[in-house]
């Protein structure tokens, strides 16, 4: 296997690397080295560590500046924007599938595991950005590519968590907190899959799935406000 040229996306996000080395680790996962070990570059993972960092800090930074509304408000905002769907379809629209690394296993699966490794490899590639050209870029490409979405989840309301709206209109309709129990749980350490149900006492309304429990939590939430007809 041979690590793919990324002239193209270097032109897409308008950013040239002065170590490529730098871009093309941000592309790898892990999986694609247990697979090919002679490849002599690190997989992503301390890249996404950092990137991750920066990812919060620029968000943050420009919600503060941008509106006086209390913090709490500020944090689910903020919630909406980072959370791995959104990170997975910006990393889409950005080509990023064309340049991951993975495994044949991994390649095939292009479900809630593959949104995952997307969002992951959008935060090492911001941690990419910061080492080779510094804060102030990356933080650039941060607010042309996921800050310029904020407007459409203000519109939309689309910063609403379905776990409190499914909690907060199950005590509102029937005077009952909802709870959550893991069904199933799959697959290696760094690449989980979690199944929950959500329940209303012992009925459970809806499963959910997802790359961690929370997520599986929230696409179950999500589901039974459909199925209830509460959302």
């Keep these: 296997m041979k690590l793919p040229k990324l002239d193209k996306l270097e032109e897409g996000i308008g950013i040239k690397f002065k170590n490529k080395k730098l871009l093309q680790q941000a592309f790898?996962?892990?999986?694609?080295?247990?697979?090919n070990p002679s490849?002599?570059?690190?997989?992503?993972?301390?890249?996404?560590?950092?990137?991750?960092?920066?990812?919060?800090?620029?968000?943050?930074?420009?919600?503060?500046?941008a509106y006086s509304n209390p913090e709490g408000e500020l944090t689910t905002?903020?919630?909406?924007?980072?959370n791995s769907k959104m990170l997975s379809e910006v990393s889409s629209n950005l080509g990023f599938n064309e340049y991951l690394m993975l495994s044949k296993g991994e390649s095939q699966d292009v479900g809630r595991a593959r949104q995952f490794i997307l969002a992951n490899t959008f935060e090492a590639l911001i941690g990419a950005i910061y080492l080779d050209r510094g804060f102030d870029i990356a933080e650039k490409f941060i607010k042309n590519?996921?800050?310029?979405?904020?407007?459409k989840i203000l519109e939309e309301k689309l910063y609403v968590d379905p776990k409190s709206h499914f909690q907060e209109?199950?005590?509102?309709k029937v005077g009952?907190?909802?709870?959550?129990?893991?069904?199933?749980?799959d697959g290696p350490d760094h690449c989980k899959s979690f199944v929950v149900g959500v329940y209303l006492n012992e009925e459970m309304i809806a499963r959910g799935k997802g790359p961690s429990k929370q997520a599986?939590?929230?696409?179950?939430?999500?589901?039974a406000l459909k199925k209830k007809g509460w959302a």
């Design 145 to 151: 590519n996921l800050l310029c979405r904020l407007p």
């Design 39 to 65: 490849l002599k570059i690190e997989h992503n993972e301390r890249l996404e560590f950092l990137g991750d960092a920066v990812l919060e800090l620029a968000i943050t930074k420009n919600l503060f500046n």
């Design 216 to 223: 599986a939590q929230v696409d179950a939430a999500g589901k």
């Design 176 to 185: 009952i907190t909802p709870s959550y129990e893991i069904l199933e749980e």
């Design 77 to 82: 905002w903020r919630a909406a924007l980072v």
């Design 169 to 172: 209109k199950a005590q509102e």
């Design 28 to 35: 790898v996962h892990r999986s694609c080295l247990n697979e």
